[in-house]
């Protein structure tokens, strides 16, 4: 298996240009032998730094934070509902208390900072390698429940019609170091282990995923809306609506949908293989959804029905499914400050 590392997501809030493009550039050079990060928009982000200069508190567990560039605008974030790693960069408002604080002027307080995130995010990345493992292991694995056991070490359970779960503190080095696929129907899932649905487990590693999931004959041929697909709304970004919404009212080849979503070669290819591999859009006619009249309303439309993962293994999720739990990458509640 070719060893593969996750790329994990910041969010910056209240940076400016320059204070930007210098965190850029340490994240490049601070690359773990786990992983590696880039920035992201806060909303989708992994974790967040905030810039605690152009910080407010404005209530209990409340702060503003002002924008760093002219074209950006305030932020707020309600800080006892975010459930993803927040750091602040000094200075720091008087009697503001953080959990986690780092110097934006030395590297080695930065890259700190970064390490500990990944101590925190162990659980995602864990469910990033085994979504990895799975996908370079498709062939084999038809439907079933498996277990995957490093030497004697159990690393995961996996249901190919449900769930899947990881040990938590699983490395990527772990599913590289001979780690081996066994049928298994009886197999306890320990307390520790992450648990995720199939279809958000493959889900979080196609938007992170650097290998091109898209087939080849869905860059040339039409392409269609088959399902809604089963996972939290919060893992869905704006541009994945916009193309079910694009692909609901007409088929549409991959050139079209281009020009249609104003998305260049690399991003589309990523936001298409996101909903490919989790059974959303079809090559296949046949197994195509009704089209929506343009002059309805699609975003109301959106059949809700089973998500099936064809592109994984070839069988049909059951009609019940238990929430996945939380694995840090849900949207802090923030919104615009008019």
């Known amino acids: 298996m070719t060893l593969e590392l996750p790329v994990l997501t910041l969010g910056l809030a209240g940076f400016s240009a320059d204070q930007q493009l210098a965190i850029s550039r340490m994240l490049v050079l ?11 928009e806060v909303d989708v982000a992994d974790a967040i730094w905030v810039n605690g200069a152009r910080m407010q508190i404005v209530g209990t567990d409340r702060i503003r934070v002002s924008p760093g560039v002219p074209s950006a605008r305030s932020l707020q974030f309600d800080l006892s509902d975010i459930d993803r790693p927040i750091a602040f960069a000094q200075p720091l408002p008087p009697d ?8 934006p002027d030395l590297h080695v307080s930065m890259v700190q900072t970064l390490r500990q995130f990944e101590t925190w ?25 498996f277990e995957l056991k490093l030497n004697s070490q159990l690393l995961a359970v996996v249901d190919m019609h ?25 197999s306890e899932v320990p307390e520790h282990f992450v648990r995720a649905s199939l279809s ?3 889900w979080q590693y196609a938007i992170r995923t650097q290998r091109d999931l898209l087939p080849r004959h869905y860059r040339t041929g039409l392409l269609y809306f088959r399902r809604a697909p089963r996972v939290t ?26 020009q249609r979503c104003g998305m260049d070669d690399e991003r589309m290819a990523r936001e298409l293989a996101a909903l490919y591999i989790v059974g959303t859009i079809t090559s296949n006619a046949k197994r195509a959804a009704r089209s929506v009249p343009r002059q309805q309303d699609p975003d109301s439309s959106l059949p809700n029905s089973h998500l099936n993962l064809d592109s994984i293994v070839p069988s049909e999720l059951p009609a019940h499914r238990r929430p996945a739990s939380t694995d840090l990458t849900a949207p802090a509640p923030l919104r615009p400050d008019h």
């Open 30 to 40: 601070s690359a773990g032998e786990a992983n590696s990060w880039e920035i992201a």
């Open 96 to 103: 503001f208390q953080a959990l986690c604080s780092f110097d």
């Open 121 to 145: 995010l162990a659980p995602l990345i864990a469910q990033f390698s085994l979504a990895s493992h799975i996908a370079e292991h498709q062939t084999a694995l038809s439907s079933g429940r």
């Open 162 to 186: 449900g769930d899947a779960a990881v040990r938590s503190t699983a490395r990527p080095d772990d599913f590289d170091a001979g780690a081996m696929w066994d049928r298994s129907a009886t």
């Open 200 to 202: 958000e487990l493959m």
């Open 233 to 258: 709304a919060n893992l869905l970004k704006d541009s994945h609506l916009l193309l079910m919404r694009e692909l609901m009212l007409q088929p549409a080849s991959f050139a079209d949908l281009q």
